[in-house]
């Protein structure tokens, strides 16, 4: 499971969405403010976490995980999404961390694990070929 390198990018994707959970979002003087403040930004860390770790333990089925990858993509672009609006909206000069690039960081390596599941795919359907 962990050999491939698809599970690594998985992982690696999984761990940086985990990781915004314990850091701020923006620092504004004394003031801290956490990602989990806003109710939709909680809820789409949640969603793509959760998809993430799955996704990570659907190795054998590898159809059903390339789903995954596709729609954990398209929640992570809508994530990226919401916290660009919070940034572009704000007009008090404070400070946004750097966990703010992490969701689409987090989408390229979910594609670029979605393409070698892919190539695993293709690798089996043609191994299956040969046998017949």
Do not use: H, W
Request: aromatic share 14%; hydrophobic share 55%; charged share 15%.
């Amino acid at each position: 499971m962990l050999q491939r390198i698809q599970t690594i990018f998985l992982l690696a994707a999984a761990i940086l969405l985990t990781c915004m959970f314990f850091n701020p979002f923006i620092s504004a003087g004394d003031e801290l403010i956490q990602y989990t403040d806003f109710l939709t930004i909680r809820i789409l860390i949640i969603l793509t976490v959760v998809i993430g770790y799955l996704n990570i333990f659907m190795y054998r089925k590898r159809t059903i995980q390339i789903r995954l990858c596709i729609y954990n993509c398209l929640v992570l672009l809508g994530l990226q999404g919401f916290i660009a609006y919070y940034i572009f909206t704000n007009k008090v000069d404070v400070v946004f961390s750097l966990t703010a690039a992490f969701p689409i960081i987090s989408a390229i390596l979910t594609y670029m694990a979605m393409r070698y599941i892919v190539r695993d795919e293709a690798l089996v359907k043609t191994m299956e070929r040969l046998r017949k």
